[in-house]
């Protein structure tokens, strides 16, 4: 059966963001992620993950100016060094979270650098990043976006993950599959998640339309994930999706799951 952690960027939104992990816990997460740690102090984390025994699962790399609509740095040729200062900011988070994976986020192609460049540059900064976090232990991800929520991403589909993957050419280097932004991309979730489960080291989920819980779109969940079990998969599935009208009114597609997995055990 998969392993769910909540999202508490998008989950339990009702509170503020440290007193989440509490509610993440009494939901019956064991896993927590988020997008950026940055703006807390390590130490506050660290002391509520510990204070309601959590794993910290996942973060990002720090990923510009996120408020003015920057997704991410990594494909911009002008700020290497600052990406670069980035990744030593993210590996020091993990190491202090004992969090695994830090996700990089490649960013919108910026005005006047055309495709190549913004690839070059992006391969050439991941190289360095993968070599960075194997040496903390940590494992480098890429994710596509869907370009109708983010116009402009750069990195938009898995078969350009996989081939930036390739270019770059490190055994640290791995791919997290969004079903959201896959489904809108591309589709056909289950035998994309098959044919590259190996690549595949964290995989986040929403509905779609609405990017809401499972069950109030067009996603088969109750499919899915017995496809990801079938592949034998063994990370978190992240739950990374706005709750339609409240996070604990929303956690029935949870509770079911978990009870027809235990049931067939």
């Not at 952690?5 to 998008?10: E, F, G, I, P, R």
């Not at 993210?90 to 004992?98: I, K, N, P, T």
């Not at 991800?141 to 402009?152: A, C, Q, S």
């Not at 964290?202 to 994930?225: K, M, S, V, W, Y």
Request: net charge negative; glycine share 10%.
């Amino acid at each position: 059966m998969p392993r769910f952690a909540a999202n508490l960027t998008m989950l339990f939104g009702e509170v503020a963001f440290l007193d989440r992990f509490a509610l993440a816990a009494r939901a019956g997460f064991s896993g927590v992620e988020y997008l950026s740690p940055y703006e807390y102090d390590k130490r506050e984390l660290r002391q509520r993950l510990d204070e309601h025994r959590l794993t910290q699962v996942l973060h990002n790399t720090p990923s510009g100016n996120w408020s003015s609509g920057e997704r991410g740095i990594a494909c911009h040729p002008d700020r290497t060094l600052e990406f670069a200062e980035g990744v030593d900011r993210a590996v020091d988070y993990a190491e202090s979270l004992g969090c695994p994976l830090v996700n990089c986020l490649a960013g919108v192609r910026p005005p006047g650098v055309d495709e190549q460049e913004a690839r070059e540059t992006l391969v050439g900064n991941l190289k360095r990043a993968a070599s960075r976090l194997a040496a903390a232990g940590i494992a480098l991800l890429i994710e596509p976006i869907n370009t109708r929520d983010v116009p402009g991403f750069f990195l938009r589909t898995t078969d350009q993950a996989l081939e930036i993957i390739q270019a770059v050419g490190s055994d640290n280097l791995f791919l997290q599959y969004d079903v959201y932004h896959a489904q809108i991309m591309e589709g056909d979730l289950a035998t994309r998640i098959d044919r590259h489960h190996a690549l595949i080291r964290h995989i986040q989920i929403a509905d779609n339309p609405g990017r809401h819980e499972p069950g109030t779109g067009e996603i088969n969940f109750d499919f899915l994930f017995g496809a990801i079990d079938r592949t034998g998969y063994r990370g978190w599935v992240g739950c990374e999706y706005r709750p339609a009208a409240g996070t604990e009114q929303g956690l029935g597609w949870l509770n079911n799951w978990t009870r027809r997995a235990s049931a067939n055990v």
